[in-house]
């Protein structure tokens, strides 16, 4: 092993338990009624919409659950060569494993959260708050996870000239997943624009460590990590975890603006729709050659 493997470990669980630490302080500080039943919801077009998303949204996670088509993963420890390639098929429950899955968990939990709320006469506190917290995660997840496919994910797997890869990323599910998921939070802002309090931020950042947690224990139980810069014994981990958690922090700073600009402007509800859309890629897109074109489509 690499002299730094073992102080990335203890650098690694040194920044989360101090992250968590200052997330759960800030947290528990927040003045009381910050968190409150979201009016919007009440909106007849939003109740539909809710209702609409709350059966879509479940029925592809369920898609997702029962897909007899393998997930495939092939894992190398990045700028390592000397540890091998780890073969990996994941069925059912273990597909639920990625960033990507975790990100849809939230949207049809609150969906459906949202649905009762719109539709409820009388809802409990706890509903509103859960709903509220939940759209705190889903809308800048969104756009979070549809940015890294669509600029990071996908010219990497061009880049490798991996086909396959790149054709099963760009099935249906593949797309709903995540394509789906920034338009889904992005139509949500458009018509009811529920607000995003900045002071909350700290709540996406703990979702984005609690992954980080559990991606360390699904490595001791499958011998993978789905993102490979979260891996110890990739030299720069440390580094690559503070980016994530900071590019998180972020992404809700700019989700909490944009929002904050819908509830008073109404070209700033056809900006977020528009952003979406920008994020999302359908197609391949420019090959490098006709080869390319030719591979993918026999792959």
Not at 26 to 36: K, N
Not at 171 to 196: F, I
Not at 230 to 249: Q, V
Request: charged residues 10%.
């Amino acid at each position: 092993s690499a002299p730094w493997d073992t102080l990335n470990l203890f650098l690694t669980a040194f920044l989360l338990t101090l992250v968590v630490a200052l997330c759960v302080a800030w947290l528990s500080v927040l003045p009381d009624g910050s968190y409150g039943c979201l009016e919007e919801m009440s909106k007849p077009e939003v109740k539909c919409y809710n209702l609409i998303m709350a059966l879509g949204s479940s029925s592809l996670m369920l898609w997702h659950y029962l897909d007899s088509d393998p997930m495939l993963v092939r894992y190398t420890v990045l700028g390592r060569p000397e540890f091998p390639v780890v073969h990996r098929e994941f069925m059912g429950l273990r597909r639920w494993s990625t960033f990507t899955a975790w990100s849809n968990f939230s949207c049809a939990v609150f969906f459906c959260c949202a649905a009762a709320l719109g539709w409820s006469a009388t809802a409990p506190r706890a509903l509103c708050v859960v709903t509220q917290l939940l759209w705190e995660l889903m809308f800048p997840l969104g756009f979070f996870v549809n940015i890294v496919v669509s600029f990071v994910l996908i010219p990497q797997i061009k880049k490798m000239r991996d086909w396959q890869k790149l054709k099963r990323i760009l099935r249906p599910k593949p797309q709903l997943l995540h394509n789906g998921l920034a338009l889904a939070g992005a139509v949500e802002a458009m018509l009811a624009t529920p607000p995003l309090l900045l002071m909350h931020f700290p709540v996406l950042v703990l979702f984005g460590c609690m992954y980080i947690i559990f991606a360390w224990y699904w490595f001791f139980q499958s011998g993978i990590f789905h993102y490979m810069f979260l891996d110890y014994r990739f030299k720069y981990e440390p580094l690559a975890l503070i980016g994530l958690l900071l590019l998180l922090a972020f992404v809700y700073l700019l989700a909490s603006v944009a929002v904050h600009m819908a509830t008073e402007h109404w070209p700033a509800r056809l900006a977020i729709g528009l952003a979406a859309l920008a994020t999302c890629t359908w197609t391949p897109g420019k090959m490098d050659n006709n080869d390319s074109s030719t591979a993918l489509l026999s792959s």
